[in-house]
């Protein structure tokens, strides 16, 4: 019950496409929803997050579409860049305590 | 946003020894946590650090392997006892400023490798 599911587990894309990771959850207790963002030799950085009373939220390239319903959310990476190209993780908590996707490795080929 | 310091970066130890690692943030945090990173893999989460008290650990960590200690709202350290190359891993601090379902924020991590 405490799973957060990731899919892909890696992800190539081109420069200007768009990169859509997917997760899945079951606990319904959950209420927050993060998105990490992790280069090689660094510490996972926020990228969004989301909370289950909106469906979907954007900030600059990044988009989060939230199915309360489905019990799911993804990533949108609209116009992903080389810059992108990265590790990424989904997050769910409802008690601060982060339970974290498998990831997905993204490349964005120029 | 915090300003999280961890410390060793980096470290390679001989199998059997422990090593400490410290979390100092710029400010004083709701909570925090201690994270293990295995290599390729997903983040894990260790323990609780609770301010003055024994922290709280997840399912499968034990505090005579992970002794955690917090003696105030922005410092942490975590220890790796009798370690074996199993323990090889990056260890990462992660610190919340607000509410328990507020922004997590995380160290850059200390890459641990037991020879």
């Known amino acids: 019950q405490q799973q957060v599911k990731q899919s892909p587990q890696s992800l190539i894309v081109q420069k200007g496409g768009i990169s859509i990771i997917n997760c899945a959850y079951e606990?319904?207790?959950?209420?927050?929803f993060p998105w990490y963002q992790q280069f090689p030799g660094k510490g996972p950085a926020l990228l969004i997050a989301i909370r289950p009373d909106v469906s979907e939220k954007k900030e600059g390239r990044f988009t989060i579409s939230f199915n309360k319903s489905a019990k799911q959310f993804s990533l949108h990476i609209m116009d992903s860049q080389p810059g992108d190209s990265a590790t990424y993780f989904c997050a769910a908590t409802h008690t601060g305590k982060l339970i974290f996707g498998q990831g997905t490795t993204l490349q964005v080929k120029p | 946003s915090a300003v999280i310091s961890q410390k060793p970066s980096r470290d390679i130890c001989q199998r059997g020894t422990s090593l400490t690692i410290q979390c100092q943030v710029d400010s004083q945090v709701t909570m925090m946590f201690w994270y293990r990173q295995q290599p390729g893999q997903s983040l894990t989460l260790i323990a609780t650090a609770n301010q003055g008290s024994e922290a709280t650990y997840e399912s499968g960590f034990v505090i005579d392997k992970f002794p955690i200690s917090r003696p105030n709202l922005t410092f942490s350290t975590l220890t790796v006892s009798n370690m074996s190359p199993e323990d090889s891993s990056i260890y990462l601090c992660?610190?919340?400023?607000?509410?328990?379902?507020?922004?997590?924020?995380f160290g850059q991590g200390t890459r641990l490798t037991v020879v």
């Open positions: 606990n319904t207790a959950f209420d927050y």
């Open positions: 992660s610190v919340v400023r607000g509410g328990m379902n507020t922004e997590a924020f």
